[in-house]
């Protein structure tokens, strides 16, 4: 286990793409840092998993996102966050009210990190003011490994 270790809330779209899914999940694993999501990221999750699995010509695409998500639920049993109703108020300024889920589990879980594709939603005047920020899958991979502890 690493003293260094921070909570970080990954979002739907940095779980979508199986490279990326498969090394932040790695590095999750490794105990690097520890993993939060929510149900619903899950569920939007696993919506992608099966877009792009039919968009791939998977006639079994259904079946085989819902075995990604309940072996990701098994392997990090700990990472749910929920009752992050009573957080959602901290999301107010959010471009994207759809969003608001995401930074509220966050904060419930008091999670460092945003891992998200979609930057634009998460801006830094709002993530700051909750000691929050928000990187791309990319960028979070990137900086744990330029830390030298992988």
């Known amino acids: 286990m690493f003293a260094n270790r921070f909570t970080a809330f990954i979002d739907a779209c940095s779980l979508a793409s ?9 590095l999750a694993e490794a105990e690097f840092f520890r993993l939060r999501w929510s ?6 999750t696993e919506a992608a998993i099966e ?18 998500r309940a072996s990701m639920e098994a392997a990090f049993e700990d990472a749910m966050v929920t009752d992050f109703d009573n957080f959602l108020s901290v999301a107010a300024g959010l471009p994207d009210p759809g969003d608001h889920h995401v930074v509220a589990a966050a904060a419930k879980t ?24 928000a990187k791309t899958a990319d960028a979070f991979i990137a900086e744990i490994v330029s830390r030298g502890v992988v």
């Open 18 to 26: 199986a490279l990326k899914r498969n090394l932040l999940l790695s």
């Open 39 to 44: 149900s619903r990221v899950l569920d939007e």
């Open 51 to 68: 877009e792009i699995l039919r968009g791939k010509g998977l006639d079994d695409a259904t079946a085989r996102a819902e075995r990604a």
């Open 110 to 133: 008091q999670a460092a990190m945003i891992v998200t594709e979609n930057l634009k939603d998460f801006p830094a005047t709002v993530l700051s003011d909750l000691n929050m920020e």
